[in-house]
């Protein structure tokens, strides 16, 4: 078991309002408790921490794609040229980025 601030962020608290973290060398632990709010146990804690990972890594080709798709101002620029000359350089740049990160999260297709 671990406790870690994402599992805390999950469980409402926030990080140096509600909870201060430390490590000496030996593991993270609660340095300072601030919230009103009872301290939650280390296994509710590392629970929370599990389900933030499982919605996290949901959404990485979401960011994964984020990080590939053209700026705005390239895409603002094919969606120009392309309503001009009735071409589908836009939707093309997007498809295969969309291609390239499925939403199964299977990780890049080359």
Do not use: C
Not at 41 to 51: F, L, P, Q, R
Not at 76 to 83: L, V
């Amino acid at each position: 078991m671990a406790i870690t601030a994402n599992g805390l962020i999950k469980l409402g608290f926030v990080p140096e309002i509600d909870f201060s973290l430390q490590d000496d060398g030996d593991g993270v632990y609660i340095a300072n408790w601030i919230s009103s709010e009872a301290q939650p146990s280390e296994s509710a804690i590392t629970t929370a921490d599990g389900e933030w990972n499982t919605a996290n890594d949901a959404q990485l080709y979401a960011r994964n794609r984020a990080a590939e798709y053209p700026s705005n101002g390239d895409q603002w620029d094919m969606i120009y040229k392309d309503n001009l000359n009735s071409t589908t350089t836009h939707k093309d740049a997007v498809e295969a980025v969309k291609t390239k990160w499925p939403k199964d999260n299977s990780g890049p297709v080359e």
